[in-house]
């Protein structure tokens, strides 16, 4: 059993800081990436960032490329998605997800487990 638990949503203003965090607990097993999804009311899933979990490696959506971080604790198996200068625009629920084998990460489809997600609302 593989389970992912978000937490760290909430109401900001727009300019403002959030920080996710995404727990791994469950059965260990090897994977290859992390990731962090949104989807806001009628869009679809969209690529927020990843990380590859062998090297560290973070890749990042065009829209927050700049404004947020990925970071991972190896030891506590945890990710967390530091979000600064929030727009609203970045009002969605946050997904984070694992990837067993890596592959195209921008693509919800190359993951295999997900969170329940955790709602951001940035007002403006």
């Known amino acids: 059993q593989v389970s992912l638990v978000e937490s760290g949503g909430g109401l900001a203003q727009a300019g403002g800081s959030l920080r996710l965090s995404c727990v791994l607990s469950?059965?260990?097993?090897?994977?290859?990436?992390m990731g962090w999804f949104r989807q806001a009311p009628g869009q679809e899933r969209m690529f927020v960032s990843a990380?590859?979990?062998?090297?560290?490696?973070?890749y990042y959506g065009d829209s927050v490329k700049g404004r947020f971080t990925m970071t991972r604790d190896n030891a506590k198996r945890t990710v967390y998605l530091q979000m600064n200068s929030l727009k609203p625009e970045d009002t969605a629920v946050y997904y984070c997800?694992?990837?067993?084998?890596?592959?195209?990460?921008?693509?919800?489809?190359?993951?295999?487990?997900w969170g329940q997600g955790t709602q951001v609302t940035v007002s403006s």
């Open positions: 469950g059965r260990t097993f090897s994977f290859d990436a």
């Open positions: 997800a694992i990837s067993e084998n890596g592959g195209s990460l921008r693509f919800p489809s190359w993951y295999d487990y």
């Open positions: 990380i590859q979990w062998s090297t560290g490696n973070t």
